[in-house]
C-alpha cells in the first residue's frame, strides 16, 4: 500500500518539478507539463461505475507517453492501475494508492515524469 506522503518523497527525487494545483487538486509539473494529479472522482464517474464500486481511497493520475503506451501499461501493470470512460483518448493513467505497491507506483511516476520533461532533462536524468 501506497499513501500520497509516498508519491511526495518519489517526486522530490525528481528534477526540476513544481507543485501546481488544477481544478483544486494537487499537481506536479516539469516544465509546464502535468505529469501527476490527484484524480478523486467526481460525481460523473462515480455513477458510471453503477451498482459497482469504485476504486476507493487517494487516485493518482499520472501520463504516459501515448494511446499505445497506455493500453501497454494497463496491460502489464497490477490491479491498481486502471482508466475510467472519462479518460477515453486521454494518455494517462489511473493508479489506486490504497493497493498499489511502493516500487510499481515508483516506476509509473518516474516513466510520467520522463514522458512530459524536455528531451535534454529527461536524457540527463536517465545518464544518471
Known sequence: MATVKDV?????????????????????????????WDRPFSKADVKRYGDETPPS?????????????????LAGSSAAVFTIPHFDG????????ETVGRKELRELIIDAWLAKAPKALADAYLAG
Open 90 to 97: 486521454f494518455a494517462a493513467v489511473l493508479i489506486q494508492l
Open 8 to 36: 511526495e518523497k518519489i517526486i522530490a527525487e525528481l528534477p526540476e518539478v513544481t507543485t501546481g494545483e488544477r481544478h483544486g487538486h494537487p499537481t506536479w509539473f516539469v516544465g509546464k507539463q502535468a505529469f501527476a
Open 57 to 73: 481511497g487517494p487516485i493518482l493520475a499520472v501520463s504516459v507517453g501515448d494511446l499505445a503506451e497506455k493500453e501497454a501499461v
